[in-house]
């Protein structure tokens, strides 16, 4: 089988996870076998990579607004542990988002220093997104440093909530908010106003990453592009950033039609295989490789660009062959 390098997956800091009221009670709700696998770091989680045949994993911190000083401490943890299974596991850096200042700070420390390869954030900072100029010196961090940022989807702000509430349970709306829609819908929200802000033309080789197979936006690109047009003068379309400056991973989708979408609307290096650990079993993934493989949808050159070749690109790991 393909090596496999995985980009959307998790772990969470005791640190963090402590560190205010908001981080205990988001954890309190997790499964608590969801939980275990999330604050492992050592044996386990190696036994379940190799359950998945995943070759390298790039650990990132679940949901958490972080202080500087505990995204520090999470940090070295997180570089503590790969140094125990180095050709295993790799590193994205939490940062304390809101201090960008801080953050940019952090980022730099993290790859210059930890070995990491670039960092994930939250979808919005209590319902603020980062076209916001103030959040920019971490996307001119990572775009001098040459590392990807990955976005991440994150829990709605009470203001947001109000938003999904309807004729329902509460507990309907939380589900809409979240990984029943809003997630994604949110994610593909924010790579627009990136995009309508200018910030890829001030960081022309920025390099973003989002998972769940584009977070809905390859099935509407085609009315986006045209649309897009006309929000203001910018050095390079909607499409050529898409197609330049967005990377793709397959995270916590397991079904072809939406990859046969993604395939048709971006170049296959800069589509990559991810799981989504611990939410889905690494198992899973290789189960839907396999299907991949049998319908011919991704195949021979692609197929390892897609498994493997593409993370080695991005992120400058290597895959155990």
Known sequence: MLPLITLE????????????????AQYAAFPAHILSKLECLGDERIRDLDKGHVSVQVISHGPGDASPTICTAANDDLATAISRHPTRLAGFAILPMREP??????????????????ALVENHLNGQFYDDEQFWPVFEKAHELNVPIYIHPTFAS?????????????SVALALSAYGWGWHSETGHHILRLFASGLFDRFPR????????????????????????????????????????????TSGMFSLPPLACLLQTMPIDHVLYSVDYPFSPNE??????????????????????????????????????
């Open 284 to 321: 899973r993934g290789a189960e839907f490789l396999e299907k991949i493989e049998k319908s011919g949808l991704i195949v021979g050159q692609d197929l390892e660009l897609f498994a493997f070749k593409n993370a080695e690109n991005l992120l400058g790991v290597k895959a155990r062959q």
């Open 158 to 170: 009470d203001s947001m909530l109000e938003h999904y509430k309807g004729n329902y349970d509460n």
């Open 101 to 118: 200042s801080a953050a940019a700070q952090e980022l730099q420390r993290c790859v210059t220093q930890l070995g990491f390869v670039g």
């Open 9 to 24: 997956e998790h772990y969470v800091s005791p640190k963090v996870r402590e560190s205010n009221t908001e981080a205990q």
């Open 206 to 249: 920025l390099k973003i990453v989002i998972g769940h197979m584009g977070e809905m936006l390859p099935f509407q690109l085609d009315r986006i592009f045209a649309v897009a047009e006309r929000w203001g003068a910018k050095m390079r379309d909607l499409r050529e950033v898409w197609r330049s400056n967005i990377w793709v991973t």
